[in-house]
């Protein structure tokens, strides 16, 4: 997963994408980059690690021009490298180029063999390298038009913003997998993964940019087209699950509503009769902890505190249980939970050791009984359209029942909300999702030996 | 303010610190050291910056030892360098000295100016370094006595944790200012500022170290001495109201609980009759909100998301209002904002200046009417015991009436508790308190020339 | 200019090239690189800075394997940035490929012009990156064959060293005009612009690889080819007089020796007649002062001495003349100096500059007389093949003649050695050199606009 | 042995500190530290590394006032920590006081036990600290008067530069151990430990700080006072024969004219008949070897390349021999040496073990004979004077005879000068000098323990 920003038209853009960047830092805390155009210059920084640590503010000063687009990319394994820091950054005969991709090409690796086949030079070991080399070949042509013809093969995922010469240009694969939104602030167009970027650089929101469009900026103003075949919605159901920010609006909807409506559906359809009070694993899950206490009338408590200081790194001193990661980034409030029966709320869980490690801590601080209660379906099936699922062998829910998961995890009840109630939760109906994580109805084919490559990983 | 650790009997007493030292990074992250005493050697680190930031996982397995203590400090204004970063760490004539220290001696100029006067050199200007001296002039003999000589002098607030040679040495002032708890983990004996810094070390709370008590630990026990005049409490009830983490348990009480308490009290004494909703300042709010919310009856909501991410620094690209720091660290729920009239918790207000870019916020997010409730009274005075409240004059209750206040920061409705009903919430009675930044009733004269050169750099 | 270095058949290979590239360190000061090949993986370092500050220990250890080639990059105008440090490191259908490469490609841009018009994507600016897309469109075959088919269109200069996969190679252009050697450590085949690269490695001098050589090294032992046809020789005949290191042996013979028989020359061609002693400008002319004085009778002296700690980066506190870059770097022996008639002996002069600030720090110091003595002829035009010597209109000796240079640099007398026998003192006689910065005779046609976008940076 | 700088008069005082400590930088390469005082403000930045690594060019700007002192530290083993690094800077009554101390103080223990006795804390390590803890007690009153009562007691080697508020003081031990040098600039004064650091900021030199002479400049004007009873002089040999440099003018005399003296003396001492030719163990035998060559009439030469670039840190690929810190600090020119009968000529031996690797590295090279000649007697002892000479199991001739050490380092022939030849040739003859390291006769007391504390090391 990652997030991604852009800015036309004003001439401190890329200060203004570092700001989007500190608002899309959640989506991804790998690499962050930023690339500016100045007329028919162009200049970058793309580093290793959280924004904050990566874009310095010196050099931030010397990325001049009214264009700017950023990226900060999320953690996958194998390929947590420089090279593969975004935004791609080339020079073609067009001028300069950069690209920020959200998503996942599901045939890259094909349409790249035969790039190198024909003697092409990738620099990087990401798919979003291969839309630029398509770009390069493209026929040369109103920039629109260029990024149409050198994205038509590809399948699988994409919302991009990309400068080609001195337009910026976002664009979203049909099924419109990833959120893409487009705001205004004065003169002044802006593009972003999530309204909470625009909402920090105090731009307005104007519309999502829809499935297969693709918008062009320069100065002569906007132009739209739609050059792809109609093709069904699969809008990512996790995102309002768990990846966005609550304060967004993606989709068209409202991330704090869809996720208050999970948790009100999920003390309809799992309620916990007897529980003295439901409490939110923080932060992610807060708004369905708050949507199942209003919907069951139980007590809603903070008993977890979570860390936000902990570094990426530290020692883990003794043996496992006594100061193990989860300990250091939770502490439960042992006021809260001494003797009572607690219904514990979580999105999601996705291999199941973090949500033991709580249970674990909850009981530890006294929790009579505990409830566990999941605002999602159980992940059975890892993800290939763009976020950071886990492969199959990993996911606890591919190989255990939830009675099994239940015993594994240490809690006295365990429940899911069904893919229907999750569904029936979205803010704009339930149809148009891929749900496949949840459901294995998976609507794109695999990339060639995804799945084979990841389990490789586990040995 | 500060955070202070010490940990005597585990082989790993430098790990355990950095664990601690994570737990307590809300009371401060301007610096971070850690020193660890093996035998008669004793080595250290210390660094400007975040835990995470100053203590290197390399340089952290060579501290060598089992015992070892930990200091995070609080950003003050003008001292901000790593000369004053804690602990002191010194070799005397008794075997090496460190030295943590939380709270502020009132007198330690006085005493400085004498130790100068004959001789003495001073390597910082903390008034911490003040001890170490007078340690350093202290009849041999066993160690908590010395100690007790060295701060027979001194006025004001220290919990202090310290090492001479193979002692582990943890005291509080008589007064009792500021907190400083005991626990046990195996053979292991732990001191640190709040219950959360046991937790993560996986430490159980025994007792808190008593006002006016020395405790000192060595490898033939546990050693306890009274050696000053009993005097009466002075418990800081700010660490109640804001600095304590929600999870501890402080001066024999839970965080969590008196927060609670304090929001309920302030539903009780400061209702907003017509009110939609109620919604915390996240994260040190939330309880109070939470408190407010159950009296009141109002429905609870998370209006704000507050970005963890934000770097210390960040160019601020535009104008004021815009993209201003609020706005970077806080966003606003619109969808739950819209068209409601809305009660908005904080624990406290201090310049007023987050609190008037926050309403701003809300309102530009569409709240109809924005109700101000403050779980604490108006703060009139600095803190001359520890904590860094700024000068009278930043302070907007010290020149502004209620009323004022409320058309300053922009809301409809302005309450405060009162300074009865906050001390009636306290876990144990409303006794044995200061309140002195509330109240004006400083129990201890001010450090010489205090207000006045803090009121210097307003200029 | 730049350094190479590769090694084949040694488990410690990539520690063996930081080793040749200390050696090379004066070919190139900008960035550092080395790239090492593990069977079918290869891995990466390349940095900014000397080789000390750019390949870190912790680092170097990473990259396995028993091939590594290494880099040294000249500092010029620019075009000094990250992505122009090498080697070239891309993978392409034939496995890792890895270029280091010395010298400069005269029709680069044309090839370039046309690889981006068929859809080539570079990632720098440099030309070596040429040669990696024309390896990436070359047809599959043996390694040898495909570089040979890769440099077929090339014109200018180029030594290089690479690897294809598991095969590492060696080729020099046609006419021969960079040095690149070959020796023997053991098992293992070394490859390194100067023999001082082999000395430092333990490695045995073999012999030159040849002009238009292409050289393989793989499990299955040496081949060697000469595709191409053969040229005229150009050896750079500034190798001698400056750029290489004396205690190497290049184009078969001793730059020592080289340097002393030129100091010897300008002994006769330009003697001093009543000068009483003569010195180096140290260290690059220290074998020609040792010359001059041997066969001109004069009295060798040390009589500037030179600072090598001066990090690349001073504050200059004051006006010039007083704390000049030239006071800092070197400074006078006052005993030596004092009313002396003096011979300072350099080999060649550039800008000028540095030489009138010296001989104004040797006047300071009490010299009488000052007569320079240049082991080397005018330099009156720039280098197309690889020496970074400035813009005409920044070579003194291209707008002055010796008369007006004389007193511009502030000397009683100056003589140059002739082109004639600055030839004649070379190691195996005066064929065969390329002389064009002194001669104006160019062999090859320059880039296009080269000159024109030099003097461009002038304005 | 360490390097110091100070200057009074100049606004840029701080830029001409980090000038005159490049200049300085031979003297110690473990840290450097400016400490520049503006009127009763004064700041500092100290460092480990090089003074181009430890003065950055921002933090240098910021170091205002027209007085600034220096400091380069030789790294010497068991103390190499950020809290030795000069200048000392404290504050005390009568101000800023800084410390900058080249020499050793021999009983400084004893002196420090008293103080830390009656209760003074020290921060350091270093003996330095010990004169600052003395002037924190002395009466207050001029200066120098307070400079003088601190260093009364003191036995052992010190010059010294140091700011006490608004004024600069230098002074120099009675004995003149370690050189210490004025100089005038503009309105400006300036002290350093050699002249070389007068010649970097274009000042002229007026005179040597006289043995036991206080010389303090202020606003009013300059004063000299000689508070200390005459002692015969004991200025410090080894600082002509090996530790200044040879553009300096130190104890009145030159050092190029000192070693060329040596170097005849040596020939004619010891000379090498059927010899093919001399050359030097560059950089420090440069001016004996051209002595060597003026005296015997033998044929100089340059054999030897030192490698400059040469980071501190180096992985060390394979077996000794092979890759050797020698071979990598030195090349052979193998055209210089092949067959020849050669002298070779060092300043002094220390350990041995250079030299040995670098007769091996001339045999290699083809040299027939090898004819080692030494431009000092044998060092049979350590210095407690300032030198880091190592503890007397290290040094080679403190356990071997000439024969000895002549088959240890393999070589044909091996003459060290005599003592008598070396102090004769000495600039000003052959009295006043400090031999104890050559001839055992230490004129003052060692330091309790020295020597054991150093032989404890080896095991």
Redesign the interface.
Known sequence: MCGIFGVHGDD?AA??A??GL??L??RG?ESAGIVAVNGAEATSIRRMG????AID?TE??ALHGNIAIGHTRYSTAGSSTLENAQPVF????VGHVALAHNGNLTNADVIR?GL????????STMDSEVI??QL??ATPGKPEEMLAEALRGFEGSYSIIVTIGRTLLAARDPRGWRPLVMGQRDGATVFASET?AL????ARFVRDVEPGEIIAVDEHGMRSIKPFTVAPQNRCVFEYVYFA???S?IFGG?V??ARRALGRALAKEAPAPGADLVFAVPDSS??AA?GYA?ESGL????AL?R?????????Q??QEG??SKV??KY??????LQGQSVVMIDDSIVRGTTTRGLVALVRAAGAREVHMRVASPPITGPCYYGIDIPSKRELIAASQTVPEIAKTIGVDSLAYLSLDSMLASMPNGPEGFCHACFSGKYPVQPPRGFEESRAGRDE
Chains 1, 2, 3, 4 share one sequence.
Do not use: W
Request: proline share 4%; with cysteine.
């Open positions: 401190k200060a203004l570092q700001l500190f608002a830092q959640h805390q959280l924004v904050s640590e503010a931030l000063e080339v020079h073609l005969k063999d190198e086949a024909s003697g092409s030079i990738f620099g630029v080399h390069a070949k909470c909402d920090i650089v105090g920010r609550p304060d609006t409202s704090d509503r807060n708004a708050l209003e007590r809603l408590e903070h505190i860390n936000h200081y902990i570094g990426r790194t530290f020692i001193p003794t006594r100061t300990r250091v502490n439960p409030v042992r006021e809260v």
